[in-house]
């Protein structure tokens, strides 16, 4: 689903790339820099997502059949190393339960972890919410700067009309 969604989004970047470069040209560097956190961030929560794919396929593999706890690394979940290790201490002794406190003890572990995966990508997205402000302002002070400098040249002395007045400054805003 989340592929699909990047391809759909990629699609419509690629519709409107005409409209959306001449915008982006008008500070490269700054668009740039908020492109590139884009692609890291993206790129971190993929892998963040990937690394959740092996935990799910070892719980799978698990509920169908309790010999598929193994401690080879390309099978071993590392989120849930904790109840992997205990799962394969216990294995051949019959059913496996845990008590109340020692699930919670086991969930708040598998929480933390979650939670110290999801930090990272708690800040690309306050640093790509603070660099498109940035860029707004940049962009209302460029503006602000234009209407000074077209007001500055506005010659009102000799105007006897505002409408000669206001025609002339339309003239300046629209350019040559």
Do not use: C
Request: hydrophobic share 50%; proline share 5%; no cysteine.
């Amino acid at each position: 689903r989340m592929t699909i969604f990047l391809v759909a989004v990629v699609a419509v970047v690629a519709v409107l790339s005409p409209a959306v470069v001449p915008a982006f040209m008008a500070n490269p560097v700054l668009n740039g820099l908020i492109l590139g956190v884009l692609v890291v961030g993206l790129a971190l929560n993929l892998r963040n997502v990937a690394r959740l794919n092996r935990e799910v396929n070892w719980i799978e593999r698990f509920s169908r059949d309790q010999a598929a706890v193994s401690s080879a690394p390309e099978v071993a979940p590392r989120l849930l190393a904790p109840m992997a290790t205990m799962l394969r201490d216990h294995q051949g002794r019959g059913r496996f339960t845990l008590s109340a406190p020692a699930m919670r003890s086991l969930l708040d572990g598998i929480a933390s972890r979650l939670d110290e995966e999801r930090d990272l990508s708690r800040y690309f997205i306050g640093l790509s919410i603070f660099l498109g402000l940035l860029g707004t302002f940049w962009g209302l002070l460029q503006t602000v700067g234009a209407i000074s400098d077209v007001i500055g040249t506005l010659d009102v002395a000799g105007q006897r009309d505002l409408s000669e007045m206001f025609g002339q400054l339309k003239a300046g805003l629209e350019g040559p």
